[in-house]
Structure formats: structure tokens, C-alpha cells
């Protein structure tokens, strides 16, 4: 079984930066494939970016390339995404999930941890 927490999130202005943690337990964090989803209100949760087991790569959404970084501390056993330049249109849940596919995912259906999820607002 793993456990994801993530922290992080907040009140931060258009411009600005945020970096969300996923520290995981019950197994370590580079023999998963690890994401990050988001919900705004009233929307299906999407897909943000992804690092697969071990890091060989990265994938990330259309519309935060350039913007977001998902990086990997295995001696923490923790996951973070680095967003910058965010938008109003940024704000949500985010959720960190970690999948047992050995290649990054986009699809929430092929993730099979969740955390609880941490609220990003930005305002203009």
C-alpha cells in the first residue's frame, strides 16, 4: 500500500510561484511512476505532468509545458512540482497519484494511489 500527503498549495498571485510536495510511504518513490492531476470546480480532474520509475522521462499537459517541473527527491522519498508564471486558470485541487506503469501516464484510470489533494488559487 502507498501513502501519498501532499503540501504546498495556497494563495498566490498571477505571475507567481508555487512548489507542491508529495511525500509517499509504503513504497519508494523511483520504483513508481508519479504524477500530477488537478480539479478545478465543476471539472473532470486532468492531467498536469508525470515522471516515470526510475526518471527516465517526463510528460507534461499542453498547457502548463514550460511552466510547470515535476522533480524527484528519492532520499526524501518525495515527489515536487515546481509552477511558475501561474495563471488564474491554474487554480484547483492538485492531486499527486503514483502508478505502478513502468512509463509516464495521462489517464487517471491508470493510477492506483491518490493523496488528498491541496488547494492552488491564484488571483488577479
Known sequence: QVQLVESGGGLVQVGGSLRLSCAASGRTVN???????????GRE???VVAISRYGGSSDSADSVKGRFT?????????V???MNSLKPEDTAVYYCAASPAPTTRTSRYEYSYWGQGTQVTVSS
Not at 515535476?70 to 518525495?78: D, G, M, P
Open 70 to 78: 515535476i522533480s524527484r527527491v528519492n532520499a526524501k522519498n518525495t
Open 45 to 47: 480532474r486532468e492531467f
Open 31 to 41: 520504483t513508481l511512476t508519479m504524477g500530477w492531476f488537478r480539479q478545478a470546480p
Open 80 to 82: 515536487y512540482l515546481q
